[in-house]
């Protein structure tokens, strides 16, 4: 049964079956572009892939496969990785789209979905996103989401923006 449904997607929990369609994608130089720039192997994917499976299985915030009905076609991830920010744990919203889908406004309205989530089924306080500075693309979905920006850093070497949305209620204060 799918985790959440938007007008157009679905996200589910990966699995195991993922492997072969997620390893496509990662094989990708455009889809990998903002995540160090290489593409991936079989094997660096496989373990990416389990990474993400032992927090869905453990009931922590995870990346969830982001899929088109009715073909259940795999798109990319969108979804949560803790992340370590300047000395603070951070649950990041992040996602990577199939080139092929880039500029139909699938990135956003999975973002979307993903956040709403976050605060309305999770109880998140906070979200954030990771942005290299050239993505001009990512900055903009997380500005949909009603993310600002809250700074720039260094986040494993690169230079990176950091955008943040509180939840509805804090926004609120």
């Known amino acids: 049964m799918p985790l959440l449904r938007t007008a157009r997607l679905i996200l589910r929990d990966f699995n195991e079956t993922d492997l072969d369609a997620l390893a496509v994608l990662t094989a990708k130089d455009k889809f990998m572009r903002f995540s160090g720039g290489a593409a991936l192997s079989r094997e660096q994917t496989a373990a990416i892939l389990e990474r993400i499976m032992v927090r869905t299985r453990a009931n922590l915030p995870a990346q969830f496969a982001l899929t088109i009905p009715p073909s259940g076609q795999l798109l990319g991830y969108c979804g949560f990785f803790l992340q370590h920010v300047d000395e603070v744990d951070e649950i990041e919203i992040a996602y990577r ?12 309205e999975a973002a979307c979905a993903v956040r709403d989530h976050a605060f309305t089924d999770l109880a998140l306080k906070r ?30 070497g690169f230079p990176t923006l950091v955008f943040a949305a509180l939840a509805p209620e804090l926004e609120a204060v």
Do not use: C
């Not at 789209?97 to 956003?108: C, Q, V």
């Open 97 to 108: 789209l199939d080139p092929d889908f880039w500029g139909e406004g699938l990135a956003t």
């Open 127 to 156: 979200v954030i996103s990771l942005i290299h500075p050239d993505n001009i693309a990512s900055r903009r979905v997380a500005e949909k989401t009603g993310m600002t920006f809250e700074k720039q850093t260094t986040f494993r």
